[in-house]
């Protein structure tokens, strides 16, 4: 079993439409959660970043853990085709700038 | 802020030789860098954490003869790939470290993609 499940989709939606993206995990030990947008042959670039469990939102984009049932997700209102792109969760037992798992990332198209 | 740049982009090579990649850090010194590898439809996995002046920690199962690290100043870490193999095919990808973020974020470059023949 892996540590970090992620449906790799792809997942195609309408513009404007509310995009649910979510992992799961098995370690218990992990405590920071992060979600990275990677584009077509470019590296990933980080979208949102949680510690512990609950809610972050920064515009279109809301992170939500819950560790009590090791499950994470992102939502993305109002989607543009400027989204399209593979979504990537990663986590951390000891911040941001350590090892990361990722999961294996959910590729979006939004379309017109 | 906070660019990292690898080359090159993107390389092909024979089997058996060996192939250099190069991950800097542009406008910030980066005690740390990573190096990962991402096999198609698959996740990024972390394959050695390279510590500026000291040697690289290599993840289980990665050979540290075959993918040497060389982290010698603030701003460049390589990767050599020795004697490549075509199932050393891959898109390689190097973070940096910052200290500036709050939350210690790592910054990623835009990625090697790597042919073997």
């Known amino acids: 079993q892996k540590e970090v499940e992620q449906d790799p989709g792809p997942l195609s939606v309408p513009e404007g439409a509310i995009v649910s993206l979510n992992c799961t995990y098995s370690?218990?030990?992990?405590?920071?959660f992060m979600w990275y947008r990677q584009y077509s042959r470019k590296g990933p670039e980080l979208l949102m970043y949680t510690y512990s469990s609950g809610n972050k939102e920064d515009g279109r984009f809301t992170a939500q853990v819950d560790k009590s049932s090791k499950y994470i997700s992102l939502f993305i209102r109002d989607s543009q085709p400027s989204d399209s792109a593979t979504y990537l969760c990663?986590?951390?037992?000891?911040?941001?700038?350590?090892?990361?798992?990722f999961g294996t990332g959910t590729q979006l198209k939004v379309e017109l | 802020g906070a660019v990292v740049s690898q080359h090159p982009s993107w390389v092909i090579c024979k089997s058996g030789t060996s192939v250099k990649i190069e991950c800097r850090s542009l406008?910030?010194?980066?005690?740390?860098m990573f190096w990962y590898r991402q096999f198609p439809k698959q996740s990024l996995m972390l394959m050695a954490t390279?510590?500026?002046?000291?040697?690289?920690?290599?993840e289980q199962g990665v050979e540290k003869d075959k993918f040497l690290i060389n982290h010698a100043s603030l701003t460049l870490s390589t990767l050599t790939v020795t004697s490549a193999h075509p199932e050393d095919s891959s898109f390689y990808i190097c973070?940096?470290?910052?200290?500036?973020?709050?939350?210690?974020?790592?910054?990623f470059g835009p990625g090697t993609r790597l042919t073997v023949l």
């Open positions: 973070s940096a470290k910052s200290g500036r973020s709050s939350y210690n974020e790592q910054f």
């Open positions: 370690n218990s030990a992990f405590q920071y």
């Open positions: 990663a986590m951390s037992a000891s911040g941001g700038g350590n090892k990361l798992t």
């Open positions: 390279s510590n500026e002046g000291s040697k690289a920690t290599y």
């Open positions: 406008d910030f010194q980066a005690t740390t």
